[in-house]
């Protein structure tokens, strides 16, 4: 069972938990994941069925939690929508994914779709039949280099695979609180945070904004954050003491900066577990709880997963911890393409198994990985978000007052990469930077827009984004 604490059988056994979800200041019960959660099953059943699809605004609520549960025990996939959603984006996940409804949470504009709502004290005690391994799970939406998201079709079958294997390195178990305060429409927070306390039926704290004193209080055991998370946590060394407590501190995401790593050594006594993947592939790499943890390096393959570095003529490259080559993953935990875009999917994921993931690294001899930088400028990391150049500069060219629109991710130091908008035109920056917000979605603002009087371009006109920054 993917969920496998909330079988009913051995809840009903006297398996529960009180305090198995803590969240936005609410408390649940595994009976209440498990009885509110079958009620909405019983409502997405009757309304969408089997073949449905069902869009959640997936803010951190109770509401989103059983609304995810309730999908994921009615077999019908759900399509998580970023909380702090824009127009454009909205529109466009909801048309591309062909959601039928919104479940939970509504947002300000449902675009004519029905909303089903989740009745928090309502029960049923329904036994479903668990769906089938390959049954699509999440469709999560992520950016490419240009166009709009792609939607990530990710099965019950991979999300089991890596929260098996990530528990059997992080030697997590049923006896750890684990604590986050990430978004739950990405694959971090929701499916390793929310979905892999429930399989492993561990306590799960969702802390809300993931501030340095929210981690301190929690009191858990199991950490896991974004290189920004770890970075202000360090900033405020009392907080950061606090966590000398717990068992383990994970990072992911991208890349956790060597002197923040340092820092929490010295402030909590942990060497941060890092680990490395994407929406796509999840996570396929990582140091462990019991093995070494080097600062930069991402660990070795989780179990069910291989890697390979391929130079620029296909060939493998050597691991002698020096030779960059292109990272590929293959394994349990790949997704099984991305949703009505064969040509992407094509592009990316080979007949062979091989997701070429974008990042280049090196791996030395004993197989641990380096993560160097990624293949293109145009995918940016900024707080752990990813974040497609070519999306803002759509948006941007699609303002009256913007002729040309470059965008590029400048390193900062609080969010690894900053977005940079610059601008040929006769504009305001800041209403250029809200016209984003509002069209995309809050985190894909540009921190910054620059007006200048053009863009450095080669002689074929194509813009020089490493001349930008
Ligand atoms: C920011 N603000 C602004 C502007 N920029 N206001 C006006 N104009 C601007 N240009 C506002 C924000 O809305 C926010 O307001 C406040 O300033 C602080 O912003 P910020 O610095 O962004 O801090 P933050 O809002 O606290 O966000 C930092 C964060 C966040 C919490 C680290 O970036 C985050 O949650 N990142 C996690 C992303 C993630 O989970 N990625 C995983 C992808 P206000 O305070 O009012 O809100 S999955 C993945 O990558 C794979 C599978 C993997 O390996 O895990
Ligand atoms: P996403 O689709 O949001 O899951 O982003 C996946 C990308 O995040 C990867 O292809 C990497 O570029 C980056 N990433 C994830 N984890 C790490 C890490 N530990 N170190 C460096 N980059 C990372």
Redesign the pocket.
Known sequence: MLLASLDPAAVAAGHDLDDAVRIAGSTLSRSDLVGAGTSVAERVGSQVGPRGRIAVLATPTPTTVLAVIGCLIAGVPVVPVPA?VGVAERRHILTDSGAQAWLGELPDEPEGLPHIPVRLHARSWHRYAEPPPESTALIVY?SGTTGPPKGVLISRRAIAADVDALAEAWQWTSDDTLVH???LF????L??GLLGSLRIGNRFVHTG???PEAYAAAAGSLYF??P??WS?VVRDPDSARTLASARLLVS???PLPVPVFDELVRLTGHAPVE?????E???TLSTRADGERRAGWVGTPVAGTSTRLIDEAGDEVPHDGESIGRLEVKGSTLFDGYLNRPDATADVLGADGWYRTGDVAVVDADGMHRIVGRESVDLI??????IGAGEIETVLLGHPDVVEAAVVGVPDD??GQRIVAFVVGVADP?AL??FV?EQLS??K????VRIVESLPRNAMGKVLKKELS
């Open positions: 702090d992520t305060g990430l978004p990405h694959v971090h927070g499916v390793l904004k993931p501030s954050g974004v920004t998370v202000r992911g995401s991208a680990r490395y993947g994407s929406t592939s999840l996570i990391k900024s707080g752990g978000y990813r609080d969010l800041k930077s809200d917000a809050v985190h603002r540009p921190r910054e």
